[in-house]
């Protein structure tokens, strides 16, 4: 039985929340407080966190960093706040998706299930992944540039890991969100020409073609 911790300070909604995966089949439990939430995430072992944005005592994106510093457990972040800068800061905090309230448990169940395929699908992927000057170790989730180490976010890095698994193919821009982002309609596709960007400032060689390339009217490709 999978194991969800819920942190979301709206009681009606986290009590939906539990009594909808329940009838599913999850051990869920329920944290209404920041502070008590982070513990609960630190000392526990969860398959899927499913954690609110704006919470008393400890904010979401802060919980996610702390997550983060010391474990991978999956966290989907629930929230109203819908900007684009929202969105980018809660996914550069950590977070692997994103789903915006309200919403449906239908909607949420399935960006669970995404999300544990895509889990399942790297723990059974070769850990080292070679391209010219840059190698990535998927274990350590170690960067290395020419030999020197580059730190990525998270979500820079899966961006990597997902066109370096996929060499030779091009990837349109929703293939990136549903792989890097999972299904989330709240993310838009320009969010992958952001984070392309970001990739290229830090793992381009100076005076060369972008290891990188933009297919017009598509989206990206690294081709040998």
């Not at 969105?87 to 909607?107: H, N, Q, T």
Request: charged letters at 30%; one cysteine or more; hydrophobic letters at 40%.
């Amino acid at each position: 039985m999978k194991k969800v911790l819920v942190i979301e300070d709206e009681k009606n909604l986290a009590r939906f929340i539990e009594l909808e995966l329940q009838h599913e089949g999850f051990h869920v439990t329920i944290c209404h407080d920041g502070r008590e939430g982070v513990e609960a995430a630190l000392n526990g072992e969860w398959d899927i966190i499913l954690l609110d944005l704006m919470l008393p005592g400890l904010n979401g994106m802060e919980i996610c960093r702390r997550v983060r510093a010391v474990k991978d457990t999956p966290i989907i972040m629930l929230t109203a706040r819908t900007s684009v800068l929202d969105r980018v800061s809660g996914l550069d905090s950590g977070a692997d998706d994103y789903i915006p309230k309200p919403f449906a448990i239908e909607e949420l169940l399935a960006r669970m299930r995404s999300l544990f395929r895509r889990v399942e699908a790297k723990e059974e992927e070769s850990p080292i992944l070679t391209y010219g000057h840059i190698e990535v170790n998927t274990e350590s989730q170690v960067v290395l540039k020419n030999g020197v180490n580059v730190t990525l976010t998270r979500r820079e890095y899966e961006l990597l890991v997902s066109l370096m698994r996929n060499i030779n193919r091009v990837m349109t821009r929703d293939m990136l969100l549903d792989q890097v982002w999972g299904y989330d309609s709240a993310v838009e596709t320009n969010v992958v020409d952001v984070y392309i960007r970001y990739l290229r400032n830090k793992l381009d060689n100076p005076g060369e073609e972008s290891f990188i390339q933009t297919v017009r009217g598509m989206g990206y490709v690294i081709r040998k």
